[in-house]
Nanobody, 126 residues
Framework: QVQLVESGGGLVQPGGSLRLSCAPI????????VGWFRQPPGKAREGITC??????????YYADSVKGRFTLSSDNSKNIVSLQMTKVEFEDTAVYHC?????????????????WGTGTLVIVSP
């Protein structure tokens, strides 16, 4: 059974950094990409970044809202996909979800996701 388990959320000050992790379980990274989405309070979910499957070379894509501040990486030996958040802003406050994707060719969209993690909350506050 496919599962994705997020961790690393919490409280962070504006301008600070935070690292989120996603542990995909039960699916092959050679075949599936992984994406991160976020849903701010009262707003729609946004796909912010994804990394292609290992066959695709692990290429990453970012939404404009996080480009230059967030970095997505994959440790294939540990089967962990990590999202390094830097220079965080109040607008980054959201529940962050990782998801398995059928494809990653740009910032991800909901229709490309097959399985979702339950999410981890990030709060940016002084």
């Amino acid at each position: 059974q496919v599962q994705l388990v997020e961790s690393g959320g919490g409280l962070v000050q504006p301008g600070g950094s935070l690292r989120l992790s996603c542990a995909p379980i039960g699916f092959n990274r050679d075949r599936y990409a992984v994406g991160w989405f976020r849903q701010p309070p009262g707003k729609a979910r946004e796909g912010i970044t994804c990394i292609s499957n290992t066959t695709g070379g692990g290429t990453t894509y970012y939404a404009d809202s996080v480009k230059g501040r967030f970095t997505l990486s994959s440790d294939n030996s540990k089967n962990i996909v990590s999202l390094q958040m830097t220079k965080v802003e109040f607008e980054d406050t959201a529940v962050y979800h990782c998801a398995s994707l059928r494809r990653c060719a740009g910032p991800p969209g909901d229709p490309e996701a097959d399985h979702w993690g339950t999410g981890t909350l990030v709060i940016v506050s002084p």
